[in-house]
């Protein structure tokens, strides 16, 4: 069974740094892996999603990686601001289903 | 309207009670999801529908009951519900059920805030 984890569950930075988020998984055979993000009580919006022959995407600000060697992605947003305060979920596609971890919790502080 | 639509966005239901939670999705996809998000959890899968037909139970309790009328249309039953089943409740949909193509990626409703008391 495919294990994801976020790490670290919550990180909280000033407006302008550089946020590293990071996900890591257990079983490398993945199909594709997709970055969420989730405002408080409301539902997932797909922010990028990286196809398993890829190695990264990037959309505006957000660029995410994927190692599947070793078991890693990282999602990098650049010059953060108040309006990326969200919990960003990581999820794994096996096929047509998704593994989810449990997310990281960012504040940017103003 | 577009994507994929979630009613009601908030329900509270006594133990006793008995409520449906609907999902339509106007994106022509062919497979439809329920998850389950728990306080301090991570999304849990519980149904898949593809075409209509189910073809994923992940060991969810028979007071959950799923039905899926049409390729548009999920709904979830709720009866005898316990307080720990209160959660957010997601549907998805996408293309298809399986394979690996890019083109199965899943699009999230805005979920439903159960709260059983």
């Known amino acids: 069974k495919q294990e994801v984890t976020q790490i670290p569950a919550a990180l909280s930075v000033p407006e302008g740094e550089n946020l590293v988020l990071n996900c890591s998984f257990t079983d490398s055979a993945i199909y594709n892996l997709q970055w969420f993000r989730q405002d408080p009580g409301k539902g997932l919006t797909s922010l990028l999603l990286i196809q398993s022959s890829q190695r990264e995407q990037t959309s505006g600000r957000l660029n995410a990686s994927l190692d599947k060697s070793s078991g890693r992605s990282t999602l990098y947003i650049a010059a953060s601001q108040p309006g990326d305060s969200a919990t960003y979920l990581c999820a794994l596609y096996d096929d047509y289903k998704l593994s989810f971890g449990a997310g990281t919790t960012v504040t940017v502080r103003a | 309207e577009t994507g994929v639509t979630q009613t009601p966005r908030h329900l509270v239901m006594g133990m006793t009670n008995k409520k449906s939670l609907k999902c339509e999705q106007h994106?022509?996809?062919?497979?439809m999801y329920w998850y389950k998000q728990s306080a301090k959890k991570p999304l849990e899968l519980m149904f898949v529908y593809n075409f209509k037909e189910q073809t994923e139970n992940n060991s969810v309790p028979s007071r959950f009951s799923p039905e899926c009328p049409n390729s548009s249309h999920l709904f979830l039953h709720l009866h005898t519900l316990q307080p720990e089943d209160s959660a957010l409740y997601l549907c998805?949909?996408?293309?298809?059920?399986?394979?690996?193509?890019?083109?199965?990626?899943?699009?999230f409703g805005a979920g439903s805030r159960l709260t059983v008391l």
């Open positions: 998805a949909s996408s293309s298809t059920g399986g394979g690996s193509s890019g083109a199965n990626v899943l699009t």
């Open positions: 994106l022509g996809h062919n497979a």
